[in-house]
Each structure stands twice: as structure tokens, then as C-alpha cells.
């Protein structure tokens, strides 16, 4: 490991942020009256009381029509996060203030609550969440997710949640009175079994064995559960697909999905830094064969080719995925969601 990286925290620069104006630099030292000393790297908590929670998901890419995003920013610090971009938004940066930098939204669940009553809204499933981890460290204090799939619950409200965190086990209580109605779906997202990998990609996340017993556990309990082999990074982990699926299979997992890396706007810098750090001997590799993918780029914008690339790599990648999931997968469906069940006005009681 260099010297100066900050073990367990993903991004190891600051970027900078386009819409900001001015920003605080050390590049030229000899303009400085004081040495500047080391930042210490840690997680500020920031709380926000927005308007609205419940999100129309314009991309026809992602499989759903609704997000609900509790937190934003995220402490797993999973270096390749789209999400990441979307922090500039907030005046932060999309390298380590993405990870130390959390904004809560505390109101989430009124406004779900409030957004459910509305007469005109039509049950339709809402996915937890559509940007960052609703499980991530910070959701075992403050307990917003949990709130959540309480409201859901009471109006029979159909609900995905997409994580790669088993604090999702302590709410087995109410996802299995969910499943029950057909209401729930959940996507585990596993990049890859090797530890020593996932502890440099998403340094605070679960063990791929965590997430595999995790995925059990759901599965167990008659919860549908699919995976997202996700993002696969050619010359990184793409070989470990026909694995990842076996093993997810073998703990109950009903389907696979997939995308391929990309890196927009400033988030390019950041996996840049990273791989330089991490992989010397093979950034030469990896670069070049992500930039392959999307036409020469490292970054892709256009709907329906950005999450899967084009090219030989992408075709090979394709084939891997396609051929281990029906071997591994074959005869197994998703149960639909029941979206009958909705309680308009949530659960009614004489007493």
C-alpha cells in the first residue's frame, strides 16, 4: 500500500467540482504563510428536509419508473459509483467528499407517507434506492430505511431495494410480510469473490460470503432475490462472471443482471488515481480495455449502450454472462409484483 492512502476509504483524491467557482488549492507552495497539515479523513453527517422523495426515473435503461434515495453520498466508497457525479449537486466533490460527506434525508418517510395518499398516485413499485446504498453504515443508527419499509408495508405499497450491505438482514421482520403479498424484490449487487479486490473496490462493504449468506437468509424466508454482477471491468474481474453466478445461484438467487463500467465526468480521475495506486502493472490493460468498450472513452451518456458497451469485449463479456446464467439459473423466474394489494389510505380499523 503507498504511503499517504487512506485505508478504507475508496477515493483517495478531491476532484474538482464544476459548479463551483472557487476552491481551496495547495499547488503552489510558496505562495502559503503555513504549512498546511493533513486533512483528516472523516465522515460528516449533514441533514436536509427536502420537499419530495419519490423520483420519476427518466432513463429507459435501469428497469425502474420510481427512486427513493434516503442518503446521499455514500460511505461504502465503491470507487467506480455512477453516483458519484451526482454529488457535485450538492457542492461537494465526486472523490472523497462522495464518501465522508453524507446527507441524510430525516423526513423521508413522512413524504413517502404523504406521496402514497396523494388520490392520484397509482401503485407502482418504488425502488429503494436508484442512486445510493439505503443500507449503507449510517442506516443502522438512524434506522430511515427501516421507517420506510414500514409505510410500505402498511399501504401494501409494492417496494425493490437494490444493496450491497446485510445490515438488510435486520429488517427480515417486515420483508417477509411483505413477500407475502408478492411486494418485494430485492437485488443483491456482488462485483466479485475475491476479498482482497472487494476491500480496495468498496472497501466498506460486506464480504462477498456475507452477501452470498445474506442472499440466503432473504431466500429462505420466501423473499425474491436477484443479483447485479455489477459493474464488470474488463482485465479486473470480468472472469470471475461464470462464478459469481454459480455461487449466487447456490444461495437461492433467481435471476442476474449486469453492466459494464463506466467512468463520466470526474469520476474518470478519481478510478484513474485508484488503478494507478492499486494495479500499476495492469492500468495499462484496464484502461484501455474500458475505454474499448465505449468507443474509445472511458465515459458513455447514451441510453441503451452506456450500461453495456459495444465492441469485441463487450460481445465476449455478453456471451460469459448470458451462457452462466441460463446454465446456472435455468427454470427460475421472479415472481411479479401484486400491485392489487395496495391499501389507498393505508390500513383502515373499526377499533
Known amino acids: 500500500m503507498n504511503e499517504g492512502y487512506h485505508k478504507g476509504r475508496g477515493a483517495q483524491i478531491k476532484t474538482t ?69 451526482t454529488h457535485e449537486y450538492w457542492g461537494y466533490n465526486a ?3 462522495f ?75 417486515i420483508l417477509t410480510e411483505l413477500a407475502k403479498d408478492r411486494l418485494v424484490h430485492v ?7 475475491d476479498e482482497k479486490l472487494r ?19 432473504l431466500s429462505n424466508a420466501g423473499i425474491p432475490v436477484t443479483i447485479m454482477n455489477a459493474p464488470i471491468i474488463p482485465g479486473l474481474n470480468h472472469y470471475e462472471i461464470p462464478k459469481v453466478i454459480k455461487a449466487a445461484a447456490e444461495h437461492g438467487a433467481l435471476s442476474a443482471g449486469y453492466t459494464i463500467v463506466r467512468l463520466n465526468g470526474y469520476i474518470g480521475e478519481v478510478f484513474e488515481d485508484w488503478l494507478t495506486k492499486n494495479f500499476p502493472d495492469r492500468f495499462n490493460k484496464v484502461w484501455n480495455q474500458i475505454c474499448e468498450v465505449h468507443g474509445g472513452h472511458v465515459n458513455d451518456s447514451q441510453f441503451g449502450r452506456r450500461m453495456r458497451g459495444e465492441g469485441n469485449i463487450a460481445d465476449i463479456i455478453a456471451q460469459l454472462f448470458n451462457s452462466s446464467r441460463d446454465k446456472y ?23
Open 95 to 97: 472523490g472523497l467528499d
Open 329 to 351: 439459473m435455468a427454470g427460475r423466474e421472479i415472481p411479479p409484483f401484486d400491485v392489487s394489494k395496495f391499501r389507498r389510505g393505508g390500513n383502515y380499523s373499526l377499533f
Open 187 to 193: 437485488v443483491f449487487s456482488i462485483t466479485t469473490l
Open 17 to 85: 467540482n464544476p459548479f463551483l467557482k472557487q476552491e481551496y488549492v495547495a499547488e503552489h507552495i510558496e505562495g502559503l504563510d503555513e504549512e498546511l497539515l493533513p486533512e483528516k479523513i472523516v465522515t460528516q453527517v449533514f441533514y436536509e428536509t427536502p420537499k419530495k422523495v419519490v423520483n420519476r426515473v427518466e432513463s429507459p435503461d435501469v428497469g425502474m419508473a420510481y427512486s427513493l434515495n434516503p442518503y446521499q453520498g455514500c460511505e461504502h466508497g465503491c470507487i467506480y459509483c455512477y453516483a458519484r457525479k
Open 99 to 173: 464518501e465522508t460527506k453524507i446527507v441524510v434525508k430525516k423526513n423521508a418517510p413522512e413524504l413517502l407517507e404523504k406521496q402514497l395518499l396523494q388520490k392520484s398516485w397509482k401503485p407502482v413499485p418504488i425502488m429503494l434506492s436508484g442512486n445510493t446504498d439505503c443500507y449503507q453504515p449510517l442506516e443502522r443508527k438512524l434506522g430511515i430505511t427501516r421507517k420506510l419499509l414500514g409505510i410500505f408495508l402498511k399501504y401494501r405499497h409494492p417496494v425493490g431495494i437494490i444493496t450491497k450491505n446485510v445490515t438488510i438482514l435486520r429488517d427480515l421482520d
Open 199 to 217: 476491500s480496495l473496490l468498496e472497501p466498506r462493504t460486506a464480504s462477498a460470503v456475507k452477501k452470498l449468506h445474506a442472499i440466503g437468509e
